[in-house]
């Protein structure tokens, strides 16, 4: 496992917060005894609206007194956590940056685009393969 991730159950249906579990698609993590138990001792489903994940970096968007459990995921779960937790157009973005590891057409447009509309050039680079520096370059451009 590589990255961690952040379990935890809405205390308000009214918040719309990471992203519902079930949306995400299957996580290793959710069939460990650890998370099933926290699930029991919480009242909560794996398929209720009310339980959400938000990747590590958001940690400090989960409402104060909310249930939290830190989980661990593949790199692979991290992607499908990030992408269901960001704005659509950063989710649209990120998604034509993954397939561009499947090409080498019109690079430079593609990082321009990306970084045009917030995506981080480290993040860039780990959804496209590219060298960061390489990336970098393209942004001084």
Do not use: K
């Not at 649209?92 to 685009?113: G, I, K």
Request: glycine share 6%; with cysteine; charged share 25%.
């Amino acid at each position: 496992m590589a990255e961690t991730a952040y379990l935890f159950v809405l205390p308000d249906p009214q918040i719309c917060l990471g992203a519902p579990v079930v949306a995400v698609g299957e996580l290793e993590c959710m069939e460990t005894p650890a998370v099933l138990a926290w699930l029991h001792a919480h009242d909560v489903t794996a398929g209720s609206d009310l339980l959400r994940v938000l990747p590590q970096e958001a940690d400090g968007s989960i409402p104060e007194g909310a249930e939290r459990l830190p989980v661990p995921l593949s790199a692979e779960e991290a992607d499908r956590v990030r992408g269901a937790c960001a704005p659509r157009s950063t989710a649209e973005v990120e998604a034509e940056l993954r397939a561009f590891r499947h090409t080498n057409d019109d690079r430079e447009r593609m990082v321009s685009q990306a970084l045009a509309r917030g995506v981080p050039a480290h993040r860039i680079a780990q959804l496209t393969g590219l060298d960061p520096a390489e990336v970098a370059q393209i942004a001084g451009a």
